[in-house]
Protein backbone atom coordinates (compact mmCIF):
# COMPACT_ATOMS: atom_id res chain seq x y z
CA UNK A 1 0.00 0.00 0.00
CA UNK A 2 1.26 3.37 -0.88
CA UNK A 3 2.35 5.65 2.01
CA UNK A 4 0.18 8.36 2.99
CA UNK A 5 2.85 10.72 3.51
CA UNK A 6 2.98 10.90 -0.45
CA UNK A 7 -0.20 12.03 -1.24
CA UNK A 8 -0.13 15.50 -0.11
CA UNK A 9 -2.66 17.00 -3.16
CA UNK A 10 -2.59 20.49 -3.71
CA UNK A 11 -5.24 22.31 -5.83
CA UNK A 12 -2.99 23.50 -8.52
CA UNK A 13 -4.63 20.98 -10.69
CA UNK A 14 -7.87 21.51 -12.64
CA UNK A 15 -9.69 18.79 -14.17
CA UNK A 16 -11.45 19.40 -17.45
CA UNK A 17 -14.70 17.16 -17.21
CA UNK A 18 -17.06 18.85 -16.17
CA UNK A 19 -18.85 17.45 -13.00
CA UNK A 20 -15.42 15.64 -11.16
CA UNK A 21 -13.56 16.65 -9.01
CA UNK A 22 -10.45 17.94 -9.45
CA UNK A 23 -8.74 16.20 -7.44
CA UNK A 24 -7.56 12.74 -9.34
CA UNK A 25 -9.03 14.07 -12.92
CA UNK A 26 -6.49 12.93 -15.58
CA UNK A 27 -7.84 13.98 -19.00
CA UNK A 28 -5.53 16.02 -20.48
CA UNK A 29 -3.27 16.62 -17.93
CA UNK A 30 -1.84 13.93 -15.78
CA UNK A 31 -2.22 10.31 -16.20
CA UNK A 32 -0.67 7.03 -14.20
CA UNK A 33 2.36 5.57 -16.56
CA UNK A 34 4.70 2.77 -16.40
CA UNK A 35 7.82 2.94 -17.77
CA UNK A 36 9.80 -0.22 -18.55
CA UNK A 37 13.23 -1.58 -19.24
CA UNK A 38 13.79 -4.97 -20.68
CA UNK A 39 16.36 -7.16 -20.80
CA UNK A 40 17.20 -10.77 -22.85
CA UNK A 41 19.18 -12.71 -19.59
CA UNK A 42 21.54 -15.53 -21.32
CA UNK A 43 22.61 -17.89 -18.29
CA UNK A 44 25.82 -16.65 -17.63
CA UNK A 45 26.64 -15.26 -14.37
CA UNK A 46 28.90 -11.88 -15.25
CA UNK A 47 27.23 -10.91 -18.48
CA UNK A 48 26.61 -7.39 -18.42
CA UNK A 49 22.85 -6.22 -20.10
CA UNK A 50 21.87 -2.38 -20.83
CA UNK A 51 18.49 -1.06 -21.79
CA UNK A 52 17.45 2.60 -21.91
CA UNK A 53 14.15 3.97 -20.97
CA UNK A 54 13.78 6.96 -22.86
CA UNK A 55 10.88 10.30 -21.58
CA UNK A 56 8.80 10.95 -24.67
CA UNK A 57 8.77 14.47 -25.65
CA UNK A 58 5.21 15.16 -24.50
CA UNK A 59 5.48 16.22 -20.99
CA UNK A 60 7.62 15.07 -17.61
CA UNK A 61 7.13 11.63 -16.09
CA UNK A 62 7.24 11.39 -11.97
CA UNK A 63 8.41 8.08 -10.97
CA UNK A 64 7.00 7.31 -7.03
CA UNK A 65 8.11 3.40 -6.95
CA UNK A 66 9.86 1.03 -8.78
CA UNK A 67 9.27 -3.02 -9.42
CA UNK A 68 10.63 -5.98 -11.49
CA UNK A 69 9.54 -9.38 -13.23
CA UNK A 70 11.01 -12.23 -14.81
CA UNK A 71 9.73 -13.75 -17.87
CA UNK A 72 11.42 -17.16 -17.42
CA UNK A 73 11.82 -19.43 -21.03
CA UNK A 74 11.20 -22.53 -19.07
CA UNK A 75 10.09 -24.93 -22.09
CA UNK A 76 13.56 -27.59 -23.02
CA UNK A 77 13.44 -29.87 -25.95
CA UNK A 78 13.21 -33.41 -25.37
CA UNK A 79 14.13 -36.47 -27.88
CA UNK A 80 11.80 -39.21 -27.72
CA UNK A 81 12.77 -42.70 -27.51
CA UNK A 82 11.93 -45.70 -30.19
CA UNK A 83 8.55 -47.36 -28.64
CA UNK A 84 9.35 -50.92 -27.72
CA UNK A 85 7.06 -52.09 -30.95
CA UNK A 86 9.22 -49.86 -33.28
CA UNK A 87 9.07 -46.09 -34.32
CA UNK A 88 5.72 -44.54 -33.60
CA UNK A 89 4.65 -42.20 -36.60
CA UNK A 90 1.70 -40.88 -35.01
CA UNK A 91 1.32 -37.94 -32.25
CA UNK A 92 -1.32 -39.89 -30.77
CA UNK A 93 0.83 -43.35 -30.66
CA UNK A 94 3.48 -41.99 -28.59
CA UNK A 95 3.10 -43.82 -25.08
CA UNK A 96 4.73 -42.49 -21.70
CA UNK A 97 7.75 -44.91 -21.83
CA UNK A 98 8.84 -42.66 -24.83
CA UNK A 99 8.84 -39.68 -22.78
CA UNK A 100 11.93 -38.65 -20.52
CA UNK A 101 11.79 -39.35 -16.71
CA UNK A 102 12.57 -35.90 -16.06
CA UNK A 103 9.80 -34.54 -18.38
CA UNK A 104 7.22 -36.96 -16.60
CA UNK A 105 8.56 -35.67 -13.39
CA UNK A 106 8.88 -31.68 -13.57
CA UNK A 107 6.16 -31.62 -16.59
CA UNK A 108 5.86 -32.30 -20.27
CA UNK A 109 3.30 -30.56 -23.22
CA UNK A 110 2.47 -30.97 -27.38
CA UNK A 111 5.56 -27.94 -28.74
CA UNK A 112 2.84 -25.31 -29.43
CA UNK A 113 5.07 -24.08 -32.20
CA UNK A 114 3.62 -27.23 -33.58
CA UNK A 115 -0.02 -27.41 -32.90
CA UNK A 116 -0.97 -26.68 -36.81
CA UNK A 117 0.94 -30.13 -37.72
CA UNK A 118 -0.38 -32.04 -33.93
CA UNK A 119 -3.84 -31.49 -34.40
CA UNK A 120 -6.18 -31.24 -37.16
CA UNK A 121 -7.36 -28.14 -37.77
CA UNK A 122 -11.43 -29.05 -36.30
CA UNK A 123 -13.82 -25.80 -35.54
CA UNK A 124 -17.33 -26.16 -34.83
CA UNK A 125 -20.29 -23.65 -35.28
CA UNK A 126 -21.31 -20.82 -32.93
CA UNK A 127 -23.89 -18.85 -33.52
CA UNK A 128 -23.86 -18.86 -37.36
CA UNK A 129 -19.94 -18.82 -37.31
CA UNK A 130 -16.90 -21.45 -37.59
CA UNK A 131 -14.85 -20.89 -34.62
CA UNK A 132 -11.84 -23.22 -33.34
CA UNK A 133 -12.78 -26.17 -30.97
CA UNK A 134 -12.20 -25.94 -27.65
CA UNK A 135 -10.82 -29.34 -27.31
CA UNK A 136 -9.23 -30.06 -31.13
CA UNK A 137 -8.70 -33.68 -32.24
CA UNK A 138 -4.78 -35.22 -32.65
CA UNK A 139 -4.11 -35.61 -35.90
CA UNK A 140 -3.84 -38.92 -37.98
CA UNK A 141 -0.83 -37.91 -40.23
CA UNK A 142 2.54 -39.28 -39.35
CA UNK A 143 4.59 -37.01 -37.94
CA UNK A 144 6.62 -38.18 -35.24
CA UNK A 145 9.50 -39.75 -37.01
CA UNK A 146 10.24 -35.98 -38.28
CA UNK A 147 9.65 -34.32 -35.07
CA UNK A 148 11.00 -36.46 -33.09
CA UNK A 149 13.20 -34.13 -31.14
CA UNK A 150 11.01 -31.26 -31.03
CA UNK A 151 7.50 -32.53 -30.64
CA UNK A 152 7.47 -32.77 -26.96
CA UNK A 153 8.73 -30.15 -24.58
CA UNK A 154 9.78 -30.34 -20.93
CA UNK A 155 8.60 -27.63 -18.71
CA UNK A 156 11.21 -26.55 -16.03
CA UNK A 157 10.32 -25.43 -12.91
CA UNK A 158 10.35 -21.63 -11.84
CA UNK A 159 14.00 -20.69 -10.90
CA UNK A 160 14.53 -17.93 -8.42
CA UNK A 161 16.47 -15.26 -10.41
CA UNK A 162 19.50 -13.36 -8.81
CA UNK A 163 21.18 -10.31 -10.65
CA UNK A 164 23.00 -6.98 -9.49
CA UNK A 165 21.56 -3.99 -10.79
CA UNK A 166 22.10 -0.19 -10.93
CA UNK A 167 20.13 2.95 -12.60
CA UNK A 168 21.96 6.25 -13.69
CA UNK A 169 19.46 9.36 -14.48
CA UNK A 170 21.21 10.76 -17.65
CA UNK A 171 19.45 13.75 -17.57
CA UNK A 172 21.43 14.34 -14.35
CA UNK A 173 24.18 12.36 -14.73
CA UNK A 174 23.40 10.82 -11.41
CA UNK A 175 23.52 7.74 -10.47
CA UNK A 176 20.88 6.54 -7.77
CA UNK A 177 23.33 4.08 -5.69
CA UNK A 178 26.27 4.04 -4.86
CA UNK A 179 27.37 0.44 -6.48
CA UNK A 180 25.16 -2.05 -7.73
CA UNK A 181 22.58 -3.86 -5.49
CA UNK A 182 21.43 -7.06 -5.72
CA UNK A 183 17.62 -7.58 -6.84
CA UNK A 184 16.34 -9.14 -3.83
CA UNK A 185 18.27 -6.62 -1.52
CA UNK A 186 16.39 -3.83 -3.04
CA UNK A 187 13.39 -4.68 -4.90
CA UNK A 188 12.38 -7.99 -3.37
CA UNK A 189 11.49 -11.18 -4.16
CA UNK A 190 10.83 -11.78 -8.58
CA UNK A 191 7.96 -13.78 -8.27
CA UNK A 192 5.60 -10.57 -7.43
CA UNK A 193 3.99 -11.81 -3.84
CA UNK A 194 5.36 -8.50 -2.43
CA UNK A 195 4.49 -4.93 -2.62
CA UNK A 196 6.10 -2.66 -5.02
CA UNK A 197 9.11 -1.10 -3.34
CA UNK A 198 8.33 2.93 -2.84
CA UNK A 199 10.91 5.47 -3.49
CA UNK A 200 11.53 7.79 -0.47
CA UNK A 201 11.00 11.14 -3.14
CA UNK A 202 9.20 11.00 -6.15
CA UNK A 203 11.59 11.44 -8.78
CA UNK A 204 11.38 13.98 -11.91
CA UNK A 205 12.65 12.76 -15.44
CA UNK A 206 12.27 16.16 -17.70
CA UNK A 207 11.17 15.46 -21.63
CA UNK A 208 13.75 14.12 -23.82
CA UNK A 209 15.88 12.86 -21.07
CA UNK A 210 17.21 9.16 -20.70
CA UNK A 211 17.60 6.53 -17.95
CA UNK A 212 20.14 3.62 -18.08
CA UNK A 213 19.22 0.55 -16.08
CA UNK A 214 22.66 -2.18 -16.44
CA UNK A 215 22.31 -5.77 -15.23
CA UNK A 216 24.70 -7.93 -14.34
CA UNK A 217 23.73 -12.20 -14.31
CA UNK A 218 24.20 -13.88 -11.13
CA UNK A 219 22.19 -17.15 -12.08
CA UNK A 220 23.43 -19.74 -14.19
CA UNK A 221 21.55 -21.44 -16.89
CA UNK A 222 18.28 -19.15 -16.09
CA UNK A 223 17.24 -17.82 -19.66
CA UNK A 224 14.34 -15.09 -20.34
CA UNK A 225 13.36 -11.64 -20.20
CA UNK A 226 13.87 -9.38 -17.42
CA UNK A 227 11.72 -6.49 -16.65
CA UNK A 228 12.21 -3.41 -14.61
CA UNK A 229 9.36 -0.95 -14.22
CA UNK A 230 9.27 2.59 -12.78
CA UNK A 231 5.47 3.59 -12.26
CA UNK A 232 4.58 6.65 -11.62
CA UNK A 233 2.36 8.98 -13.68
CA UNK A 234 3.12 11.77 -16.48
CA UNK A 235 2.56 15.32 -16.30
CA UNK A 236 1.59 16.72 -20.00
CA UNK A 237 2.69 20.30 -21.85
CA UNK A 238 1.04 22.75 -20.10
CA UNK A 239 1.52 21.51 -16.59
CA UNK A 240 5.36 20.38 -17.17
CA UNK A 241 6.65 23.58 -16.07
CA UNK A 242 5.45 22.88 -12.62
CA UNK A 243 6.72 21.81 -9.78
CA UNK A 244 6.48 18.05 -8.69
CA UNK A 245 5.27 18.84 -5.47
CA UNK A 246 2.45 21.44 -7.08
CA UNK A 247 1.19 18.33 -8.82
CA UNK A 248 1.86 15.41 -5.72
CA UNK A 249 -0.09 12.57 -6.37
CA UNK A 250 -2.88 12.67 -4.79
CA UNK A 251 -3.35 8.69 -3.22
CA UNK A 252 -4.02 10.05 0.38
CA UNK A 253 -7.34 11.14 -0.63
CA UNK A 254 -8.46 8.29 -1.94
CA UNK A 255 -10.83 6.28 -0.39
CA UNK A 256 -12.06 9.16 1.56
CA UNK A 257 -13.85 10.35 -2.21
CA UNK A 258 -17.50 10.05 -0.62
CA UNK A 259 -16.99 11.06 2.97
CA UNK A 260 -19.49 13.99 2.94
CA UNK A 261 -22.19 11.28 2.04
CA UNK A 262 -22.44 12.00 -1.60
CA UNK A 263 -25.01 9.22 -3.20
CA UNK A 264 -23.88 9.68 -6.51
CA UNK A 265 -20.24 8.48 -6.02
CA UNK A 266 -19.80 4.99 -5.82
CA UNK A 267 -17.71 2.29 -6.06
CA UNK A 268 -16.95 -0.13 -8.86
CA UNK A 269 -14.96 -2.34 -11.10
CA UNK A 270 -14.54 -2.33 -14.61
CA UNK A 271 -13.37 -5.90 -15.57
CA UNK A 272 -11.91 -7.14 -18.36
CA UNK A 273 -11.85 -10.76 -19.55
CA UNK A 274 -9.67 -12.93 -22.11
CA UNK A 275 -9.72 -16.82 -22.48
CA UNK A 276 -6.26 -17.63 -22.49
CA UNK A 277 -5.43 -20.54 -24.82
CA UNK A 278 -1.99 -21.78 -24.19
CA UNK A 279 -0.35 -20.53 -27.58
CA UNK A 280 2.64 -18.20 -26.80
CA UNK A 281 2.64 -14.97 -28.77
CA UNK A 282 -1.23 -15.27 -29.21
CA UNK A 283 -2.32 -11.92 -29.17
CA UNK A 284 -6.20 -11.20 -27.47
CA UNK A 285 -7.27 -7.80 -27.12
CA UNK A 286 -10.84 -6.45 -25.24
CA UNK A 287 -12.08 -3.27 -24.78
CA UNK A 288 -14.29 -2.19 -21.31
CA UNK A 289 -16.87 0.31 -22.32
CA UNK A 290 -17.59 3.04 -19.82
CA UNK A 291 -21.56 3.45 -19.77
CA UNK A 292 -23.30 6.88 -20.14
CA UNK A 293 -24.55 7.08 -16.37
CA UNK A 294 -21.54 8.98 -15.18
CA UNK A 295 -17.44 8.94 -15.63
CA UNK A 296 -15.24 6.18 -14.37
CA UNK A 297 -12.10 7.07 -11.76
CA UNK A 298 -9.35 4.02 -11.65
CA UNK A 299 -7.63 4.01 -8.55
CA UNK A 300 -6.14 0.66 -8.67
CA UNK A 301 -5.60 -2.61 -10.54
CA UNK A 302 -6.10 -6.08 -9.66
CA UNK A 303 -5.86 -9.49 -12.26
CA UNK A 304 -6.18 -13.23 -11.51
CA UNK A 305 -6.20 -16.44 -13.43
CA UNK A 306 -9.21 -18.77 -13.34
CA UNK A 307 -7.98 -22.29 -14.24
CA UNK A 308 -10.04 -25.73 -15.07
CA UNK A 309 -9.79 -28.72 -12.29
CA UNK A 310 -6.14 -29.43 -12.34
CA UNK A 311 -6.65 -33.30 -12.51
CA UNK A 312 -6.34 -35.04 -15.72
CA UNK A 313 -8.57 -37.91 -16.62
CA UNK A 314 -6.80 -41.24 -18.55
CA UNK A 315 -8.92 -42.64 -21.17
CA UNK A 316 -9.60 -45.98 -21.96
CA UNK A 317 -8.59 -47.77 -18.81
CA UNK A 318 -9.71 -51.40 -17.78
CA UNK A 319 -12.98 -50.70 -15.59
CA UNK A 320 -13.37 -50.91 -12.01
CA UNK A 321 -15.20 -53.47 -10.70
CA UNK A 322 -17.68 -53.11 -8.15
CA UNK A 323 -17.07 -53.71 -5.17
CA UNK A 324 -13.19 -52.66 -5.95
CA UNK A 325 -11.46 -55.91 -4.07
CA UNK A 326 -9.14 -56.25 -6.68
CA UNK A 327 -9.26 -54.03 -9.23
CA UNK A 328 -7.03 -54.36 -12.61
CA UNK A 329 -3.73 -52.92 -12.88
CA UNK A 330 -2.40 -51.00 -15.94
CA UNK A 331 1.24 -50.50 -17.23
CA UNK A 332 1.77 -46.96 -17.24
CA UNK A 333 4.55 -47.59 -19.79
CA UNK A 334 1.87 -48.19 -21.87
CA UNK A 335 -0.43 -45.16 -21.74
CA UNK A 336 -0.63 -43.13 -24.82
CA UNK A 337 -0.86 -39.41 -25.21
CA UNK A 338 -4.08 -39.98 -26.98
CA UNK A 339 -5.67 -41.00 -23.66
CA UNK A 340 -4.86 -37.55 -22.39
CA UNK A 341 -7.52 -34.61 -22.75
CA UNK A 342 -6.17 -32.72 -25.64
CA UNK A 343 -6.44 -29.71 -23.48
CA UNK A 344 -4.00 -31.23 -21.22
CA UNK A 345 -1.40 -31.82 -23.54
CA UNK A 346 -1.58 -27.79 -24.26
CA UNK A 347 -1.43 -27.13 -20.56
CA UNK A 348 1.37 -29.16 -19.62
CA UNK A 349 0.69 -32.47 -17.56
CA UNK A 350 3.14 -33.89 -15.18
CA UNK A 351 3.02 -36.85 -12.33
CA UNK A 352 2.02 -35.46 -8.76
CA UNK A 353 4.83 -35.20 -6.55
CA UNK A 354 3.03 -37.23 -3.84
CA UNK A 355 2.47 -39.99 -6.47
CA UNK A 356 6.28 -40.47 -7.64
CA UNK A 357 6.89 -43.55 -5.25
CA UNK A 358 3.78 -45.49 -6.75
CA UNK A 359 4.66 -44.50 -11.05
CA UNK A 360 8.24 -45.48 -10.47
CA UNK A 361 9.88 -48.87 -9.83
CA UNK A 362 13.33 -48.85 -7.79
CA UNK A 363 15.11 -49.37 -10.95
CA UNK A 364 14.04 -45.69 -12.02
CA UNK A 365 11.35 -46.93 -14.34
CA UNK A 366 7.32 -46.30 -14.90
CA UNK A 367 5.33 -49.20 -12.72
CA UNK A 368 4.10 -51.79 -15.14
CA UNK A 369 1.33 -53.18 -12.47
CA UNK A 370 -0.59 -49.98 -11.00
CA UNK A 371 -3.68 -49.97 -9.98
CA UNK A 372 -6.01 -48.68 -12.23
CA UNK A 373 -7.99 -46.60 -8.77
CA UNK A 374 -4.31 -44.71 -9.01
CA UNK A 375 -4.14 -44.45 -12.55
CA UNK A 376 -7.12 -42.35 -12.82
CA UNK A 377 -5.02 -39.60 -9.42
CA UNK A 378 -1.77 -39.51 -10.96
CA UNK A 379 -1.48 -37.09 -13.63
CA UNK A 380 -2.03 -33.29 -12.92
CA UNK A 381 -2.30 -29.85 -14.96
CA UNK A 382 0.43 -27.17 -14.99
CA UNK A 383 -1.28 -24.30 -15.46
CA UNK A 384 -2.08 -22.31 -11.92
CA UNK A 385 -2.70 -18.60 -11.47
CA UNK A 386 1.08 -18.54 -9.43
CA UNK A 387 2.91 -19.64 -13.23
CA UNK A 388 0.57 -17.74 -15.60
CA UNK A 389 2.77 -15.39 -17.99
CA UNK A 390 1.42 -12.90 -20.17
CA UNK A 391 2.27 -9.15 -21.60
CA UNK A 392 -0.22 -6.29 -20.99
CA UNK A 393 -0.63 -2.96 -22.25
CA UNK A 394 -3.26 -0.54 -21.60
CA UNK A 395 -4.78 2.53 -23.90
CA UNK A 396 -7.11 5.40 -23.08
CA UNK A 397 -8.86 5.29 -26.35
CA UNK A 398 -10.55 9.07 -25.40
CA UNK A 399 -7.32 10.31 -25.75
CA UNK A 400 -5.43 7.64 -27.68
CA UNK A 401 -3.22 7.32 -24.85
CA UNK A 402 -0.74 4.34 -23.83
CA UNK A 403 -0.19 3.57 -19.84
CA UNK A 404 2.87 2.44 -20.72
CA UNK A 405 6.40 2.45 -23.12
CA UNK A 406 5.55 -1.00 -23.68
CA UNK A 407 3.63 -3.88 -23.09
CA UNK A 408 4.53 -4.98 -20.01
CA UNK A 409 5.31 -8.68 -18.10
CA UNK A 410 2.32 -8.96 -15.75
CA UNK A 411 4.43 -10.14 -12.57
CA UNK A 412 6.85 -6.56 -13.41
CA UNK A 413 3.47 -4.67 -13.38
CA UNK A 414 1.02 -6.12 -11.06
CA UNK A 415 2.02 -8.41 -8.96
CA UNK A 416 1.85 -12.67 -8.69
CA UNK A 417 -1.47 -13.83 -10.08
CA UNK A 418 -2.62 -15.99 -6.90
CA UNK A 419 -3.68 -12.65 -5.07
CA UNK A 420 -0.93 -12.82 -2.63
CA UNK A 421 0.54 -9.29 -2.75
CA UNK A 422 -1.55 -6.43 -2.42
CA UNK A 423 -3.41 -4.83 -5.65
CA UNK A 424 -0.95 -1.97 -7.99
CA UNK A 425 -2.66 1.37 -6.52
CA UNK A 426 -2.01 3.95 -9.24
CA UNK A 427 0.14 6.85 -8.79
CA UNK A 428 -2.04 9.20 -10.05
CA UNK A 429 -5.95 7.90 -10.29
CA UNK A 430 -6.91 7.71 -14.08
CA UNK A 431 -10.36 9.42 -15.20
CA UNK A 432 -12.81 7.89 -18.06
CA UNK A 433 -14.76 9.62 -19.55
CA UNK A 434 -18.67 8.71 -20.25
CA UNK A 435 -18.67 6.41 -23.84
CA UNK A 436 -15.31 5.92 -23.68
CA UNK A 437 -13.19 2.68 -23.97
CA UNK A 438 -10.47 0.98 -22.07
CA UNK A 439 -8.80 -0.72 -24.13
CA UNK A 440 -6.67 -3.97 -22.78
CA UNK A 441 -4.17 -6.00 -25.52
CA UNK A 442 -2.27 -9.18 -23.96
CA UNK A 443 -0.05 -11.42 -25.43
CA UNK A 444 0.16 -14.65 -24.09
CA UNK A 445 3.41 -16.18 -22.80
CA UNK A 446 2.61 -19.61 -20.77
CA UNK A 447 -0.92 -20.61 -18.82
CA UNK A 448 -4.53 -21.54 -19.73
CA UNK A 449 -7.22 -20.50 -18.57
CA UNK A 450 -9.86 -17.19 -17.97
CA UNK A 451 -8.21 -14.24 -17.49
CA UNK A 452 -9.33 -11.44 -15.36
CA UNK A 453 -8.14 -7.72 -15.10
CA UNK A 454 -9.98 -5.39 -13.15
CA UNK A 455 -10.24 -1.75 -12.67
CA UNK A 456 -10.93 -0.77 -9.41
CA UNK A 457 -12.18 2.70 -8.53
CA UNK A 458 -15.31 4.35 -8.41
CA UNK A 459 -18.46 5.98 -10.87
CA UNK A 460 -19.54 9.18 -10.54
CA UNK A 461 -23.27 9.80 -11.44
CA UNK A 462 -24.64 12.45 -13.61
CA UNK A 463 -26.68 14.65 -11.80
CA UNK A 464 -30.52 13.67 -12.11
CA UNK A 465 -32.17 16.20 -13.97
CA UNK A 466 -34.60 18.87 -12.21
CA UNK A 467 -38.13 19.09 -12.36
CA UNK A 468 -39.28 21.84 -15.00
CA UNK A 469 -40.83 25.27 -12.84
CA UNK A 470 -44.49 25.70 -13.58
CA UNK A 471 -45.31 29.24 -14.18
CA UNK A 472 -46.01 30.75 -10.85
CA UNK A 473 -42.58 29.53 -10.01
CA UNK A 474 -41.21 31.50 -12.94
CA UNK A 475 -42.61 34.34 -11.72
CA UNK A 476 -42.14 34.47 -8.32
CA UNK A 477 -38.46 34.05 -9.27
CA UNK A 478 -38.56 36.91 -11.57
CA UNK A 479 -39.57 38.86 -8.68
Given amino acids: MMPAQQARARSGLRGTSPGFSARGSSVGSVIPFDHAASFELRGIPGNIVQDVINISTDGVFVAVAIGYGFEEDRA ?180 RTNANGDGRIIPFDYVSKFQLTGRPGNLIEDEVPINTEGGFVATSIGYGLATDNLSVSIRGLPSIPDPPANPPSVDLGDITLRQFPTSALLEGVRIRPNFLRIAFNDNGLLNTSLAVTNVSQLFERLSRPETVSFRYSIAETATGRELQNQPIHNVAGLGIANGDRPFKHLAWPMTFLPRSTIRVTVEERFGRGTLFIVFQGYKRLSASPRAPLSSSSRRSRRR
Fill in 76 to 255: RSVTLSAAQTGQSELVGDITLSQIPTIALIEGFRLNPQLNRVAFDASSTVSRGRSVPAREPSLTTNPIVTTFSSSIIERIKPVDEISFLFSIVDTGTGRELQDEPIHNLASLGISDGSRPFRMLAQPLTFQPRSTVRLQIVERSEGIQGTLFIVLYGYKIFDGFSGRSPRTVSTPLGSQG
